[in-house]
């Protein structure tokens, strides 16, 4: 499955990846409209008996569907009875209680949300806020659930580096793990929206066309959060970021010298676009998922020189054009 397609999916937002870009300053008086979020963990630890988890999934039952994929929650046996297991266990009690203190009333989140969706908004006068909740199950489901019309955010996998437990798997490396930390939810969420405004050409299946496609979806984020650092968008470290930032155009030569950008080989695209601790083929200085740092550095000069608005770049479906006209061949800054 390639980048582009993986984009799509509704879970594990955070292993998506970004790049790096500076920041594009916009202004506007249209009001911030507050987000309401619904805490269905409450709810749910609360169900210590399986008739009451019975009927809080029963009532809650099109989010429970989604997300833990089940049909009918609540005539779901195995899944009544391992949840009133976890709700009932005192280690994951202890984890949702170090969840709370973290996240409190999570005005945060409620703020980080608001200003996004009114942001979104003014490039794309179509979208309608979705619905928000947040949940805690142990990591039972996905990190996050992104649908046009739902949010669901596991607080449980974000409770940070302190907490009693953090999330295990193949797909949580210590490089990974660091970025299941509260301050990254906003920007993961809104890399995730700006999946249904990026157009593509479902014909190109280079590695140039996932390039461009990471690169808009980073660059939206940015757009949208222009007041975010760009360690939360990117998920480098500062040191990462500046080392990448100065050493471009030797990134830009291991590309053109290796003949990458129009090499269509899964395997290729995986070891440039996807999670590694660093690209091995470039040196250990530098940062995975290199090729959507380069994607995102190809759109901006574009957007820089053709001084083109978001949602015309997010329509733009050839990968080709906006490369071409970017002009960018690896230098440091728009010329």
């Known amino acids: ?10 879970t594990n937002g955070l292993v998506i990846g970004a790049g790096f870009i500076g920041s594009v300053l916009f202004t506007s008086c249209t009001k911030t409209e507050p987000v309401s979020v619904e805490r269905l963990e409450e709810g749910l630890f609360a169900a210590q008996s399986p008739a009451q988890m019975r009927q809080f999934l029963a009532s809650h ?4 569907q989604l997300y833990f994929n089940a049909n009918d929650p609540a005539s779901d046996t ?17 984890l949702y209680a170090q969840t709370k203190a973290e996240f409190g009333d999570a005005a945060a989140l409620k703020a980080g949300l608001a200003q996004a969706f009114t942001n979104i908004q003014k490039d794309f006068p179509s979208f309608r806020p979705p619905r928000v909740a947040t949940i805690a199950t142990g990591f039972m489901g996905p990190d996050l659930l992104v649908t046009d019309s739902l949010i669901v955010i ?15 798997g193949p797909e949580f490396p210590q490089y990974v793990l660091r970025r299941y930390q509260q301050a990254y939810i906003v920007p993961t969420v809104v890399r995730m929206i700006s999946d249904r405004f990026n157009a593509t050409d479902p014909a190109d299946q280079t590695l140039l066309a996932d390039m461009i496609h990471s690169g808009k979806g980073l660059l939206f984020t940015r757009t949208i959060l222009p007041e975010t650092p760009d360690s939360l968008i990117i998920g480098y470290s500062d040191r990462q970021l500046t080392q990448t930032f100065n050493s471009q155009d030797q990134v830009w030569a291991h590309f053109i010298d290796n003949q990458l ?12 676009m996807e999670e590694r601790p660093f690209t091995a083929e470039i040196g250990t200085a530098c940062p995975g998922r290199i090729g959507q740092w380069l994607g995102w550095r190809i759109v901006s000069y574009y957007q820089t020189r053709q ?4 949602s015309d770049i997010m329509q733009l479906k050839n990968a080709q054009t906006i490369f071409q006209q970017s002009g960018y061949k690896g230098q440091k800054e728009e010329e």
């Open 1 to 10: 499955m390639g980048v582009r397609e993986r984009l799509g999916q509704l």
């Open 61 to 64: 039952s099109g989010t429970a």
């Open 78 to 94: 195995a899944l009544i009875a391992e949840l009133t297991n976890r709700v009932n266990n005192p280690e994951l009690r202890a």
């Open 154 to 168: 596991a607080l449980d996998y974000f409770a940070g580096p302190k907490a009693k437990y953090r999330p295990i």
């Open 261 to 272: 950008l129009y090499n269509t080989s899964g395997e290729i695209k995986q070891r440039y």
């Open 307 to 310: 001084k083109a608005s978001l």
